[in-house]
């Protein structure tokens, strides 16, 4: 099965607490991106990635860190710096080949802060 | 801020209805795509349509877009029990290829 997947479904983590979610996808996509969405919001852009080694600061960058040194695999660290990070995860993937497509959604993995 | 508005955010009718969703956004783009999300989970995409394009189909499903007036509405025919879902339009930019969603619209299907 091609997808992307993301774990753990829930986190709860303890304030002052560093957390890192996890997003694998076998789809072959050179592109991944991380988004953050609180209740009854849409998706706001934390960081993404078009190529391995490689990443940009989306919307809402600070308190967040990621890291691309495999192709499948994209983790988001959300650091203790981030002063509200109770939220849902999205984590995407996307072929960039002929110009911006669809891009396909793991799960989520919803991040509750105690 | 956001590029994309939805319209209106909630939506509640009966099966068998036409639920239509409109998207308003703010600078030209290269395409337009409408997304599906059920409570509590990733989300889908339903359709992408081209700046150069003014109508697509995809089953029930119907989008246009009206670049002059920078707006895009999704048209679900007949709907079921089973489309209630956050419906989110979302936009890529002419100067990048990174999506900007809107806030979405809510649908409620009521069998």
């Known amino acids: 099965d091609g997808g992307i997947t993301q774990s753990p479904k829930y986190l709860f983590r303890k304030e002052g607490q560093n957390v890192t979610l996890s997003c694998e996808q076998n789809l072959n996509h050179d592109a991944m991106y991380w988004y953050r969405q609180d209740p009854g919001q849409g998706l706001r852009l934390i960081y993404y990635s078009q190529i391995v080694n490689d990443f940009q600061k989306g919307d809402i960058a600070e308190g967040y860190s990621v890291s691309r040194e495999k192709k499948e695999s994209f983790p988001l660290t959300v650091t203790s710096a981030q002063k509200n990070p109770t939220a849902f995860y999205l984590c995407?993937?996307?072929?960039?080949?002929?110009?911006?497509?669809?891009?396909?959604f793991g799960p989520g993995t919803r991040l509750t802060v105690l | 801020s956001q590029q994309g508005e939805e319209d209106p955010q909630a939506l509640s009718i009966q099966e068998g209805e036409n639920a239509t969703m409109n998207c308003s956004y703010k600078t030209s783009i290269n395409n337009l795509q409408w997304y599906r999300q059920n409570s509590g989970r990733g989300l889908v995409h339903l359709i992408l349509?081209?700046?150069?394009?003014r109508e697509k189909h995809s089953g029930r499903l119907r989008v246009t877009l009206d670049t002059s007036k920078k707006s895009s509405s999704l048209l679900i025919t007949a709907s079921r029990a089973a489309d209630t879902a956050s419906y989110f339009c979302a936009t890529v930019l002419n100067a990048g290829n990174m999506l900007t969603f809107g806030g979405g619209t809510r649908l409620m299907v009521k069998p």
């Open positions: 349509i081209r700046s150069n394009e």
């Open positions: 995407a993937s996307s072929n960039q080949a002929g110009g911006p497509n669809e891009q396909f």
